[in-house]
């Protein structure tokens, strides 16, 4: 196993101080430990509650030819920017597993772009959160998400 990269302090300036310390934690770790997160080099931007910024690079193996970064890929790296905004509206007993997820892809990211991810959370009721992520380039939408996920507790 990989050894988790290590965290730029320069980040702190981004975390809510406010935050729980085990949100901001759970927030790394869904960043930095999750080998599909670390292999398209997701960088955790700003976390405050009920949202959450992610960025990654468009290249290497998350292109496809043609040059652009592939959907599917696009579509699985939604989901960690809403996640990481539902931890911070959640408890630490709670666990959260999508229920349903819209993607709306508008334009392609291009290679040699960095995109930002960034999750919201609509709403949050008891046993279900609504949620959306949305990839930009340089401020230009790209693609959209509407995630609902279902909350468990033990």
């Given at each position: 196993m990989t050894a988790a990269p290590p965290v730029d302090a320069s980040l702190e300036a981004l975390i809510d101080a406010s935050l729980e310390a085990w949100k901001t934690a759970a927030a790394r770790r869904l960043v930095e430990t999750v080998p599909f997160h670390r292999w398209a080099g997701l960088s955790l931007l700003e976390l405050t509650p009920g949202l959450c910024r992610l960025s990654f690079p468009a290249s290497g193996d998350v292109l496809v030819t043609g040059g652009y970064v592939h959907g599917g890929i696009l579509n699985g790296l939604l989901e960690p920017a809403a996640y990481g905004a539902l931890i911070t509206q959640s408890s630490e007993a709670e666990h959260a597993?999508?229920?349903?997820?819209?993607?709306?892809?508008?334009?392609?990211?291009?290679?040699?772009?960095?995109?930002?991810?960034?999750?919201?959370?609509?709403?949050?009721?008891?046993?279900?959160?609504?949620?959306e992520a949305e990839c930009r380039v340089d401020g230009v939408l790209h693609s959209q998400a509407r995630i609902t996920k279902a909350i468990s507790r033990p």
């Open positions: 597993v999508t229920v349903d997820i819209h993607v709306q892809h508008l334009r392609s990211v291009p290679a040699g772009a960095q995109a930002e991810l960034t999750g919201r959370v609509v709403r949050r009721a008891r046993a279900l959160a609504f949620l």
